[in-house]
């Protein structure tokens, strides 16, 4: 007998749920969490990032590598700076959601 590979969670296909989960493994990292969550509206350069976070510039700017190496962040030049935006839809949407998040989830 075939097993029917659209069975199992509705809605959703292997592709599609191996695609999200490679993205919410990227973004999974504390650091890169709380960089979504400070690019989220604002647009803010690395400077601005890194003083943010309390974190120091190279670990900042790894970080943004990786989100950008996944297409999850993209950045353009204005003048000497680097400005930082959400690229990606879904995890625009996955960021807006944590907002309204009041306490961390008890896991």
């Known amino acids: 007998m075939e097993k029917n590979k659209t069975s ?3 809605g959703i296909t292997p592709d ?3 695609a999200i989960a490679r993205i919410l493994k990227v973004c999974g990292h504390p650091v890169r969490l709380r960089l979504l969550c400070a690019i989220e509206n604002k647009q803010p350069c690395v400077s601005d990032l ?3 976070l309390d974190e120091d510039q190279p ?4 970080h943004l590598a990786v989100l950008k190496r996944a ?8 003048g000497n700076r680097r400005i930082y935006s959400i690229a990606d839809p879904f995890v625009k949407a996955l960021v ?7 306490a961390a989830p008890r896991v």
């Open 59 to 62: 670990v900042v700017s790894q």
């Open 16 to 18: 599609a749920a191996a």
């Open 50 to 52: 890194w003083q943010c």
């Open 96 to 102: 807006a959601s944590l907002a309204t998040v009041k």
């Open 8 to 10: 199992g969670a509705p």
């Open 71 to 78: 297409g999850i962040v993209r950045s353009k030049a204005s």
